[in-house]
């Protein structure tokens, strides 16, 4: 009887608490559904003019929204935001801060009743300079966007027309798009051809355009796209050659002329066009980039002529333009690293201050696609007839607010095409003439990682990864800039790998202790009451569950910190210890360029052989030695994974050969004892 009725107890126990268990979750449930229903009707726009809606810090416009922006102090402006140029939902955002011309210190969408005579004047200059900009920006996009056809009822652009339009024919076009052509014509000139806008039909080739983004596959070069490489086929020589001849690239007053009458503006295509079997292609400008930064600056002028100070405007992240920060002092920019992304949070690598400037941005690291091993990215360079492969992966330069951001996007595609040796004339040139800094990520053949610019050192913002990164332009004995080939990264003072390894092992020996700990105190109870024993079992499968949970979360945190640290190939090296325990660089390869440097000047004697076999690169190291003759020969794979690998060597038992596994991730080595070479991943 009392066993009955303990069990019965036990169970109405049960039941009891089994039941407040599930009116805790429905609880748990039903708040959860009233904290997302209030998110949502506090970010709902539902906004008519004077009429106060559910969120008093938010307005939706036509094509555009505004929102309050606070310190803690309160309401100090209002942002904008739009999405712009044809279908590629480019961002442009917009801030405007109080200063002498304005006071921003009211929620954008507060009913007019709530405000006073002067905010009410102010919410509706906001909102009707807000409508104006969007309007400003549509009608640049409608000159110059290459899509816009006529298909979707939109009217044909000036840049559209042009594109049709065959050699000796003339095509009236907007003052706007005559002023960027005339810009591009400038920069053209300047740069001595790096930038120019007339390689899109190379642009196009290689997949980087609107049309190729929508994959509207019609015109007999178009590739399919490969889901599973994520990249496209090499485009055939025959089109790389023909839209890459200098006078179907030819961007000169000659080839391209400007002219203007009675307040009309007109270009006229003087280009013959390609022939590729039978078939005709006529050249074609794009004038995308330069929109955005030609964006900037007619906002940047909006605001001039209305006395407003306090302000930044981004055009796509890539074409900004600064002037005073809310407290009427400077802005700090942080470029982002370009060789690390993390699905939370990308890490900056350097920045400056800036006040009252125009800065515009390019990379190479963004819109790209790798086909055998080899990336290939937006920015051509129109005299190889591809994709440029200069090691320079990101750029920005900071120019005085008198420097068109029109210019700057121009500019920095030009220095992205010409390379390390030609940025560095540029700063004792271009760059110094005009007042303009630049900060540049470029990588090494042997995967270094630099940053070039012209700024002191101590100038700069330093980011997240700045140490990472070999400072690598000086100042000679003349004053002028220079490339520093000897600088190095500074050696990183510490390492967190072995603390995150440590904490893992505490956390493991922990979740151990608590299972054994448990296994006692079951025993003991086991001993000492065998009812309670039964009601108290050591292990109850919601603790077994838990116990599995915490280990599964310890081996995911351990996948997700150490499976990060793995990464493809980048560069390959190869260093002989034969004469020091620092090595000398005998070789080295750029995977993502397909592109070697052989170290023939070397102290040990080594020659070195480079043969190329569909996407194999064979490298043969060899010398004669005490009257003996050394080799090694390493073969590099290029593919989707890529891969090094020993495949013959002097020695008889060939250890580098037979003991050592093909290197497919960076940091690891093959080591050919006898000849002392030892071959690195990166």
Same mark, same amino acid.
């Not at 209030?38 to 094509?63: C, H, K, T, W």
């Not at 009822?153 to 005339?182: F, H």
């Not at 039909?201 to 190729?212: I, K, N, Y």
């Not at 070789?587 to 000047?601: C, D, K, P, Q, T």
């Given at each position: #009887? ?14 009891? #608490? ?10 748990? %449930? ?21 009429? !106060? ?21 309160? %309401? ?30 009211? &929620? ?111 015109? &007999? ?34 080839? $391209? ?80 690293? &370009? ?67 029109? #210019? ?9 095409? #010409?390379?390390?040796?030609? $940025? ?48 690598? $332009? ?11 080939? !000897? ?196």
């Amino acid at each position: #009887m009392f066993t009955l009725r303990y069990r019965l107890l036990i169970l109405f126990k049960n039941v009891k #608490m089994s039941l407040l268990m599930k009116k805790a979750k429905l609880l748990t %449930i039903l708040i959860a559904l009233i904290a997302v229903l209030s998110l949502a009707s506090a970010v709902m726009p539902a906004f008519a003019e004077d009429v !106060s809606s559910r969120n008093i810090y938010y307005y939706q416009g036509q094509g555009f929204d505004l929102q309050s922006v606070s310190d803690s102090n309160g %309401i100090v402006g209002v942002n904008y935001r739009g999405l712009y140029f044809g279908g590629s939902g480019i961002e442009v955002n917009v801030r405007i801060y109080s200063d002498e011309a304005i006071t921003i210190d009211f &929620p954008i969408n507060q009913a007019a009743d709530n405000l006073t005579v002067t905010q009410q004047s102010s919410q509706k200059y906001l909102i009707n300079l807000a409508t104006e900009i969007n309007k400003y920006i549509n009608g640049i996009d409608g000159f110059a966007n290459t899509q816009y056809d006529g298909t979707d009822g939109t009217p044909l652009s000036d840049i559209y027309r042009y594109n049709q339009a065959k050699c000796g024919e003339t095509v009236e076009i907007s003052e706007p798009v005559y002023n960027m052509l005339n810009t591009a014509r400038q920069m053209y000139i300047a740069t001595n051809g790096a930038f120019n806008p007339a390689v899109y039909r190379l642009v196009d080739l290689w997949g980087f355009s609107s049309r190729t983004y929508r994959r509207n596959g019609n015109l &007999p070069y178009d590739r399919v796209w490969d889901n599973k490489t994520y990249g496209y086929p090499l485009p055939d020589e025959k089109y790389v050659k023909a839209f890459s001849n200098p006078s179907f690239t030819d961007f000169s007053e000659d080839a $391209v002329k400007l002219s203007s009458s009675d307040g009309k503006f007109y270009v006229t295509k003087n280009v013959q066009a390609a022939q590729v079997d039978g078939e005709t292609f006529e050249q074609w400008l794009d004038l995308g980039g330069i929109a955005k930064g030609y964006v900037a600056d007619g906002i940047r002028e909006m605001f001039k002529q209305r006395g407003l100070t306090r302000f930044y405007v981004d055009a796509g992240s890539s074409s900004q333009t600064y002037g005073l920060n809310y407290d009427g002092g400077d802005y700090v920019l942080l470029t982002y690293d &370009p060789y690390k992304k993390d699905f939370l949070y990308q890490p900056t690598v350097v920045g400056a201050h800036l006040l009252n400037a125009t800065v515009s941005s390019s990379g190479q690291y963004e819109r790209k696609y790798t086909t055998d091993g080899v990336q290939y990215s937006h920015i051509v360079d129109g005299s190889l007839g591809k994709p440029a492969q200069t090691g320079v992966n990101s750029i920005t330069i900071i120019a005085p607010q008198n420097y068109s951001a029109t #210019m700057g996007d121009c500019l920095t595609t030009a220095l992205t095409v #010409m390379g390390r040796d030609r $940025v560095v004339d540029f700063m004792n040139g271009y760059l110094k003439d005009n007042g303009i800094k630049v900060l540049l990520t470029y990588e090494t053949v042997d995967g270094g990682k630099q940053l070039l610019s012209n700024y002191d050192k101590s100038e700069v913002v330093k980011g997240d990864t700045f140490d990472e990164y070999a400072w690598s $332009v000086k100042v000679d004995d003349n004053g002028n800039f220079v490339y520093d080939a !000897s600088a190095k990264a500074p050696v990183k003072s510490e390492s967190y790998t072995g603390w995150i390894i440590a904490l893992g092992v505490v956390l493991a020996l922990l979740v151990v202790a608590v299972i054994v700990v448990h296994i006692v105190k079951g025993r003991k109870k086991t001993a000492n009451n065998v009812i309670n024993a039964k009601r108290d079992k050591p292990f109850k499968i919601g603790d077994v569950g838990i116990y599995l949970a915490v280990v599964l979360l310890i081996v995911v945190l351990f996948a997700v910190i150490f499976g990060a640290e793995t990464e493809q190939i980048r560069a390959v090296q190869v260093v002989d210890f034969s004469n020091s325990d620092e090595g000398e660089l005998l070789f080295a390869y750029n995977v993502a360029r397909n592109e070697w440097v052989v170290y023939s000047e070397n102290s040990s004697g080594w020659n070195i052989e480079v043969s190329e076999d569909g996407n194999d690169i064979n490298v043969k190291f060899y010398r004669t030695k005490d009257g003996k003759e050394q080799y090694n020969v390493m073969t590099i794979t290029r593919g989707v994974e890529v891969s090094v690998k020993m495949t013959d060597a002097t020695c008889s038992d060939k250890d580098c050969v037979y003991n050592f596994p093909p290197l497919t991730v960076a940091d690891r080595a093959i080591v050919c004892s006898p000849s002392r070479i030892k071959v690195i991943s990166q």
